[in-house]
């Protein structure tokens, strides 16, 4: 038993939190101990979810002027070599009204989703391969949900309207980060996106279906195309299911899709279980 990492990809709406789920019992009831991060933990260890990242000169202007939270920013910025790292959203929960919202939108400028993409892909090939020494030596197996597939295409595709080379080769330089772990990656499918994601969006807050559309068609892919309201939001999930399709294809990991499309929780877990046997306890 060498993986180390599982990693659950697919669509919005698919199922990947419950696959996550059902995979940390899974391993649990064999014994195996592991770590379950789904999306938007703030304290994952191979991405940033409310994280800036400044030079020193970027870190000093916003001490000198906000000093009023000075304390604050310097018991929290992390030094890496020459960058400065602001976990802005943790501080955000921790102090809420101490940070203004003139400080909180200057540092959200800088949040390592913001930047250029090539600066984007060299920071979290970064953090991916400080999380792969930190595991290679660690006796659990770690399960992410996405972040590895789809983060890639979100800021490459989906923001920045990058070419498709320009993605795959994100995720591949991820992928040979990885493979001293063995990972196994799991991508969850539907037959029909479009009810998926509409489920989706009745089922979840509407704070999220208004963030999620207002993001997928004023970026650059959706906004290239001229995509607006769900429906434009349906034919941007529709590209990028086939460039997530194009980049599984080329992957040289162990890896498996399996249909989520009926929801059926118990039938579904039994498959994880069979995928699993013959994928992981080897």
């Not at 959200?108 to 290679?136: G, M, P, R, S």
């Not at 559309?213 to 309201?229: H, I, L, P, R, W």
């Amino acid at each position: 038993m060498n993986t180390k990492l599982i990693i659950v990809e697919g669509l919005p709406g698919f199922g990947k939190s419950t696959t996550a789920n059902f995979i940390r019992d899974l391993l649990e009831e064999k014994g195996i101990k592991n770590q379950l991060f789904l999306e938007g933990n703030l304290d994952h260890p191979a991405d940033y979810d409310g994280v800036s990242c400044h030079t020193e000169a970027e870190l000093q202007h916003l001490l000198s002027n906000h000093l009023e939270v000075k304390d604050i920013l310097q018991n929290n910025v992390v030094e890496k070599g020459d960058k400065y790292f602001l976990p802005y959203q943790k501080m955000k929960n921790e102090y809420g009204s101490k940070l203004s919202t003139e400080l909180f939108n200057e540092i959200f400028k800088k949040d390592i989703y913001e930047l250029a993409l090539d600066q984007n892909i060299n920071l979290i090939v970064d953090k991916w391969t400080e999380f792969a020494q930190h595991a290679l030596n660690e006796n659990k197996t770690y399960i992410f949900e996405c972040c590895f597939i789809q983060n890639p295409v979100t800021v490459g595709m989906i923001k920045y309207n990058a070419s498709k080379e320009v993605v795959r080769d994100y995720v591949h330089r991820l992928q040979e980060v990885i493979k001293g772990l063995d990972p196994l990656l799991i991508y969850v499918e539907q037959d029909d996106l479009e009810f998926s994601f509409k489920k989706a969006i009745q089922e979840r807050p509407q704070e999220w279906s208004e963030g999620f559309v207002n993001y997928y068609t004023n970026q650059g892919y959706g906004k290239a195309k001229g995509y607006k309201g769900i429906e434009g939001t349906i034919k941007v999930l529709e590209a990028r299911r086939l460039l997530e399709e194009e980049i599984y294809d080329s992957l040289g990991i162990k890896k498996v899709k399996i249909n989520n499309s009926n929801y059926e929780g118990k039938n579904y877990k039994q498959t994880l279980s069979d995928v699993l046997m013959c994928n992981f306890y080897k």
